[in-house]
Each structure stands twice: as C-alpha cells, then as structure tokens.
C-alpha cells in the first residue's frame, strides 16, 4: 500500500538523527536540507516540529526541497479553523509575498467538506493531520508557483477552470463546478492553484496515515478522487518528481467499472417527437457499452449517463422556464439504468434515441469511467439552458478524460446545442489502430426506437404483409383481413379490442384457404402481422399511460408532508454520496417521475373533471386492449402459429430496421443544420426593364429543411431555422449598397402527424408551423421595416418516405408592425401557402423546391393589400469528398405587394441567383 512506506519515512524523520541531536539540531537540519525556517516560538515547539518532519516526509523525497529560497513557518498563538490562515488581513496565510507562511493554534471546522472523511479520528489526530497538511500545503504552494501545475490544461480540465473573460461575465477565475464537496476543502474552490494545493494534502497526508482503520477502502482519497490522483501524479511524473504507485484495489469502483469488459462508449441523442416544442433541440446521454461475461447483465441494466437539471417535481409553468433560463437550477450526472432511460424516453415521452460511438483510447476510456464515478458523486455545475445545459456538460465530461492536447471545441459562445455538439465531436479526428485518421465520433446505424416510431414502422412492415397475402389467400379471407386491419386502426380502444377477439378464427379461416404448400409462407406472414399489430397497441398504451399520469398530476391538492424543492432534492443526493459504505446500501433516485410517484401515494386528489375521466377511462380501455392483444398473441403462438421461430421473425426484422436507417445515412448529411453559411450571385430585373447585378449573403444559427436528413440533426418531417439570415447589396464603386434583409428569429414546421390509429381530432390530421421574423426592404418602398409573426396549419396533400417527398397547403394568419421614418402601423390578415418537394437521386440535399406564398393583409391607414411570393429552388450537392461537400442551388423567386384594383398594380420584383455553401 501507498501509505506504508510514507508511514515508515515519516516516523525515520520524526526521530533524532543520533541519540545527541537537540531540538535546535532538527530545525537547523530543516532548514539546510529542506529549506524550511522555523522562529520562535515554532521552533520551542517540539510537537510542532515533530509534525513539520512528519509532513515533509509524506511528499516525494524530490519535492522536500522547497523551491524559491528559504519558506518560514510562523506560529501564532490567535486560534484559527485547521490551524491555517485565509485571505482575511487578521488571519493571512502568507506574508513578504510567499516568503512566510502562517500557521496558528488548532482548532476544528465546521466545514463539511473538510470533516467528511476525518470523523473517526480523536482531537489529537485531528490536529496533528492538519499540522501535516499545512506543511504540504506550504511546500506545494511553492512548487506550482514554480511550475506552474495547475495552469495546465490536464489541471484545469476536471473542475472546469474559466480565466477572466474566457466566457462572457467571467471576470474573475472560478470553476464550472459548483459544489463544494468536489474540492478537497472551500479554500480549493477560490483558484485553480489553491484546487491543486489543497488537494495535495489529502492525497500525501491522507486520513488512513494516522489511523489505518479510521477510513473504510472505498472512502478514501485515491479510490474517490481518480481523476485528480492521477492528474497531479501525471504533473510530477513529467517533471521527473514522482512515479506514482497502482492505485490499489478500489472494491466499489471495481466493481462498478469492470473494465476488463469495458467495450465502448456511445453518445446518445434524444431527438424531438417533432410534436413537442419543448423537446425541439434533443438532449444529449452517453453510455458505456460493456461486452457480456459469464454473468449476463442484460440490456435493462446497462448504465446511462444522464446530464440532467435537477428540477425536484417542478415540471412546466412560467417559473420553471425562468429558472431553466437563469440558472435557477443545478445540473448534475445521473447514472441510470437503460431500463429506466426507456420507460421515461422511449416510453412516455416517444422519443426515439440516437447512436454515436466514441473512438476513444483503451487509457481514455478508463479515465471516462473514473470521470464519470466522480462526476456522479460530486459533479454540479449551474444549468442554464441555451449555455449551460446536457451538451455543454458531456463536453466538459469527455474534454476532461481525452490525454494530450486532444479537446473538442465547445460550438458556439450564447447557445450550445446538442446537434451543434455531436458536430464538434465528429470534427476532432483521433488517430484509429490502423494508423489513418478517423473522427472522434461515429454513427452507429442501429437507434433505440420510440415505441410510437416502432409503431409506425409495425404499421408500415403489416401493411406489406396484408398485401402480400392478397395472392396467396382467397378473395372472401382477404377481404375480412381488409375489414379486420380497419378496425385495428380505430382511434377507439373498444372497437380495436373487439377486432382481436376475430382474430384467432381468422386466422384459421386464412390457413385452410390455402393449399398444403403455401400454408408455411401464409403463416409466417400472419405471424408477423400480428407481431406488428401488438407493437402498436404497446405504443398506444405508452401513450395512455403518459396521459394517465399528466391527469393524476392536475388532480393533485396536497401532499402529505412538505414538498421537495429542487434544493431538497439536490442537497439529499449530495449527502447521498458523501459516504461510498452507506451509498453501497441505497439507491439514488433522483428521476421526476420517482418523486411524483411517490408523492401521488400518500397525495390527496380531487375528483376528475369530465375530459379527465374520460381520459382516465380511455387509458384503462387502452390498457385492456392491450391485455386483449398479447393473450390473443400468446395463444396463436402456443397453437396455430406455433411452428414459425419468433426468434427467427425478431432477427430478421431487427436486420431490416439498421440495413433501413444504413441506407438513409449513406444519404444523409454527415453532420447539422447549425452554423451554416452561404454566398449567392445574381440579378434583379428592375421595373425600368434593366438588370443589376446581387449579392447575397445567407448565414444561420440553426437551418435544416424539410425533408432533409441530417445525422446529427432532427427528424426530416421538420423544418427549423433559428437566427436564420439574407441580406442583399448591389455591388458598386465604394461601398456596395445594402438593398433588403430578412432575419428569421425562430421558425419551425412540422409534417408529422399523430398515427392512423390515434387521429381523434382534426389537429390529429395536420402539421403546423410558425414563424416570427424581421424585415428590411429596399429603399422607397413604403414602410419598409417590418416585424412579423405568423402561423399555419398544414394539409399534407402527398408525402414519401422520410419526407423526400412532399406536398402541402397551408392556411394560417400573419400579424405584425411596419414603419418608415413617420410611421408605424399594425397589420392582420389571412396566410395561405402552397409548398412541394421533389427528392432527386444521390443525397438527400438533392431537391426541387416550389414554395408559394399568398397574403391579404388589412394596414392600418392604408386598407387592404396583398402579398404573394413564390420561388423554385433546386439543389444539387457535388464536388463530394470525405464529409464535405459543396451545394450548387439555384433560385428564381418573385415578390409581388399591391391592391387588385386595376390589376395589376403594385410592385413586382423578380430575381435570379445561384447559391454556393459549403456543406
């Protein structure tokens, strides 16, 4: 062990050189070997001088000599907390700049931090500990002022050091991590210096120096601070200082990390439903992959790490917002089970789950492992959702185990996304076995499905089968399978429930319709059918149960016992952690829907309202169709269909789903929509018949279009834009001339409907968008500043597979302000729309676009106008190569502004131009 021969070394110096050496012989010996000066009256104090040697003794024998001339130890007799000073001018800790170092009369602290892992040790211990630690404290202090350790980014890194202004409002040095309880004592939260120094006194005078029995294994310094022990074990080794022994045997962490079997790490990416606003930009998980051993553990028990915001039971509602935006909130690393991940994600919320596996090093992967155990533990920043939030956070987790100089950029300086994020890691290249270099990051082609995508895709692959038994079985069976596929897709759970009840004696009907031979093919696609058929009621009954439980939530009117804030929530789980041995005996839980669970046990409920008992009601009927379905599955199986393998079916329809989501990312764009960027040359045909030549420059925070497939990106049945900008200049001597400008602030549509079997509403049936943007025209035109908002429903009139393909009509409302220099005037009126896309061959960037676009707007003073706009677009993506590539798209377009009365009148502007970006 490590603090054996730190023990021995310790109590050799404590001892006189001979049986003659006096008190003044050991200081002067301090002084000539070590550089260390002690004054009256430390130097009359035996049992201070005994514990100086002591503390020397427990560093490296390289770093016992204390660089930058003579260190004075001063002893007052004024008590302070561990017998050290601080920054106050009563008690300083140095003087004559690092020249004397201060120690004064012990007495303990009331610091939790700092007394966690010393409880079991008496007065005396206590204080001949710190008497060991001020030493090392000292001497350290002066040797990263000559070094400068903790300047280093392998230092700096695992507390998320900041310089002065390395972030906006960052005017001071301070790190991202929050808690106390991740430094060694407070005075390490005030520089990354102090972070280093302090920490070295645990690490060289741990507890178990004093008392081996005084700490159990896993509590101690070099099983609960990996990371650090073997960063400032690194430091020293580089400058030949130190080599630091094997850490030991660590039974919790061990245990835990296995990483004998340690696989891989993915990154994972919770995509938007499409439906759901607030899940529009995805979140970010990570997940470490182990390979099986002789102890299966089974895909419910995996670990996923979750950087989450700790909200207690606060879920929605205008504080919540302004918390999540201000910081009113901690983030903290959760690691929970797949099993846990799946009912909440894919589940309830249906959001399918996306694979990106990191291309880490054998060394890098056992530093992630460490990183996250004490992340878990110990790991709070302050959450802030557009900054601060589950991207930034899994970068400071991985940026902090990658060796060397190897860092992935943080994307973006106000806003952080998820998508932006995977980009950075896909664009840091890593050097693979093979010698090439490769991305950091790679798509896994095999996504953990939403149990409603699962659905869709059961529809679809049932749907197939249905027509593949149209010649097989007979005219009379097929049209009863038609009738009987019907009502499976009711949106009534009572209806569908009552259409499995026929499905046994139908599928005996269909079997004895056929001759001998075809009886093996009828019933593996029967099987199969109604395989899929069950995949969607599951999802239906996700559905009913994330419903249920929104329900009982409204109906809450007071819980038993006072209700846990977010700051309750957090301060349990910190002391949760403090102790490995009691952590070994609980379980963390910290998911809302824990809490809310446990609250709704002991709650008092008012009654239900009417619409919530009906969708109580329907949750239960959605349920026993359920229950309905997989008896009448379980039965077929045992009987009539017992003869197809379901392991067979549940391979083969696996193979289907990644060769599918394969297919689509060799298409696909290899990276997101964000920070994108374009330049455009054209012309305008003025009204006088001439043509002026354009220049267009187009820039976006975040733009990924409708039926566009973006592996980092969202769902191709979207379009978003955030901070999506046009500005048109004629070129000209001097300065060229700015014409007009657009500035989309937030846009977003969606195509994506709820499934046949769920449409009970006419909203069921559309797609909607919005949007609100600013505008500038060109000189001349009446009130040309503009400030607009609007949105539309969406009738989906035609659409392909992944939204390749697409047509739609859209009806909505656009409102707004515009003003000149003199005025400023509201508008109103109806919007509608006509938009289409046609996919062409190779990549999924290959399009034609025809977007129009017709408005009657009433302008206050001026009555009623009208705007149309159309435009043709085509995209073309070539000069392809690696992951890049460059995207050729011309455009023609025409805006029209006027009143019907002597048509026509008004202003007509049309334009031509060709787009290049680089994608």
């Known amino acids: 062990m490590r603090v054996l021969p730190a023990l021995v070394a310790g109590l050799l110096m404590a001892l006189p050189a001979s049986a003659e050496e006096t008190l003044a012989e050991r200081i002067h010996r301090l002084e000539t070997e070590h550089g260390l000066v002690l004054r009256a009256p430390a130097s009359e104090d035996a049992a201070l001088v005994a514990e100086v040697e002591a503390g020397l003794a427990a560093l490296p024998p390289a770093l016992r000599r204390v660089p930058g001339g003579p260190l004075e130890l001063v002893l007052h007799p004024d008590p302070a907390p561990l017998g050290m000073g601080n920054e106050s001018p009563r008690r300083p800790e140095w003087s004559e700049g690092r020249e004397r170092f201060h120690l004064y009369a012990f007495v303990p602290t009331q610091e939790r931090r700092a007394t966690l892992r010393t409880a079991r040790l008496t007065d005396a211990e206590l204080e001949r500990l710190w008497r060991r630690r001020a030493v090392v404290h000292a001497v350290m202090q002066r040797w990263d002022d000559a070094r400068g350790w903790s300047r280093t980014a392998r230092w700096r890194r695992l507390a998320g050091w900041l310089a002065p202004f390395e972030r906006p409002l960052t005017f001071t040095e301070e790190a991202r991590l929050s808690y106390e309880g991740a430094f060694s004592r407070a005075r390490g939260q005030k520089s990354a210096s102090l972070d280093l120094v302090t920490f070295a006194e645990e690490l060289f005078v741990p507890v178990e120096s004093l008392r081996e029995e005084a700490l159990s294994v896993d509590d101690r310094v070099r099983c609960q601070e990996l990371s650090r022990s073997r960063a400032l074990g690194e430091l020293l080794e580089a400058d030949g200082l130190w080599t630091p022994p094997p850490r030991g045997h660590c039974p919790a962490f061990d245990t ?95 959001r399918t789950i996306r694979r990106y596996r990191l291309r880490l090093t054998p060394s890098e992967q056992v530093r992630l492992l460490e990183r996250v ?109 038609r009738l009987l596929h019907r009502r499976l897709q009711s949106p009534e759970p009572e209806k569908r429930r009552e259409a499995w009840s026929r499905v046994p004696a139908l599928v005996e009907a269909a079997l004895a319709s056929v001759p001998e031979a075809e009886r093996e093919s009828v019933r593996t696609l029967i099987h199969a059918y109604v395989a899929w058929s069950v995949r969607v009621e599951r999802s239906e009954m996700d559905r009913a149960e994330d419903e249920r439980m929104k329900v009982e939530r409204n109906r809450l009117v007071k819980i038993q016992g006072p209700v846990p804030t977010p700051q309750d929530g957090l301060r349990e789980r910190q002391q949760l952690f403090e102790r490995e041995d009691e952590l070994q005996r609980r379980l963390a839980v910290l998911d809302r829907i824990a809490y809310f669970q446990q609250a709704l046990a002991t709650a008092q409920r008012r009654e239900p309202t009417r619409n919530e008992a009906r969708t109580l009601a329907r949750a239960e009927a959605v349920e026993a169709t359920f229950v309905t379905a997989t008896d009448v599955q379980g039965e077929l199986h045992s009987g009539t269909l017992s003869e197809v393998d379901p392991v067979d079916f549940l391979e083969r329809d696996h193979a289907r789903k990644v060769r599918e989501e394969s297919e689509l990312a060799s298409r696909a764009l290899p990276y997101s929509g964000a920070g994108r960027m374009s330049v455009a040359l054209g012309m305008d045909r003025l009204p006088s018949g001439h043509a002026r030549p354009v220049v267009t420059l187009w820039t976006s925070g975040l733009s990924e279009a409708m039926g566009e497939t973006y592996l980092h990106g969202i769902r191709p049945g979207n379009d978003l834009r955030v901070l999506d900008g046009e500005m048109r200049v004629e070129p000209r001597r001097g300065v060229p001339r700015v014409l007009d400008s657009r500035l989309t602030l937030l846009g977003y549509r969606t195509l994506l409907r709820e499934p046949p079997w769920h449409r009970r509403t006419l909203f069921d049936e559309l797609g909607w968008g919005m949007e609100a943007l600013m505008e500038t025209r060109e000189a001349g035109t009446d009130l040309r500043y503009r400030a607009t908002a609007q949105g539309e429903a969406l009738l989906v009139v035609d659409e392909g597979t992944h939204f390749h393909r697409y047509t739609t009509l859209g009806v909505g409302a656009r409102t707004g302000m515009r003003w000149g220099l003199d005025e400023l005037v509201p508008v109103v009126g109806p919007r509608l729309t006509f938009s289409q896309r046609v996919g062409l061959p190779g990549s999924v960037a290959n399009a034609v676009r025809l977007e129009a676009a017709w408005s009657p707007l009433f302008i206050l003073s001026r009555g009623l106008r009208h705007e149309a706009e159309a435009s043709l677009r085509m995209d073309l993506l070539v000069g392809h190569w690696g992951r890049r590539g460059i995207r050729l798209s011309p455009r023609a377009q025409v805006r029209w502004e006027g009143t019907l009365d002597g048509w026509p009148s008004g202003r007509a502007e049309p334009r031509l131009d060709l787009a290049v970006e680089l994608m």
């Not at 939403?450 to 007979?474: F, N």
């Open 256 to 350: 835990w990390a296995d990483v004998g079997k340690l696989s891989h790490f993915e990154l994972l990416l919770a995509v938007s439903t499409g439906r759901q606003p607030e899940s529009l930009f995805g979140h970010l998980l990570m997940r470490p992959v182990w390979r099986e051993g002789e102890t299966p553990r089974g895909p419910s028990f995996e670990a996923v790490v979750q950087p989450v915001a700790l909200t207690g039971m606060e879920t929605g509602g205008p504080s919540y917002i302004v918390k999540g935006l201000s910081g009113g909130f901690s983030l903290g690393f959760l690691t929970a089970t797949r099993g846990d991940l799946s009912h909440e994600t894919l589940e309830l919320e249906q």
């Open 373 to 481: 155990w004490e992340m878990e533990r110990r790991g709070y920043l302050p959450y802030y959702f557009l900054t601060d939030n589950c991207a930034s956070a899994l970068l400071f987790l991985v940026n902090s185990a990658l060796e060397g100089d190897r860092r992935v950029r943080t994307p973006g300086v106000l806003w952080v996304l998820p998508s932006a994020t995977l980009d950075s890691f896909a664009r840091l290249e890593v050097t693979g076995p093979d010698g090439k270099r490769q991305p950091l990051l790679e798509y896994v082609p095999d996504a953990l499905e939403s149990t409603g995508e699962r659905a869709w895709r059961a529809h679809e692959s049932r749907e197939e089968a249905l027509d593949a038994l149209a010649t097989k079985v007979s005219a009379e069976v097929h049209t009863r399978l």
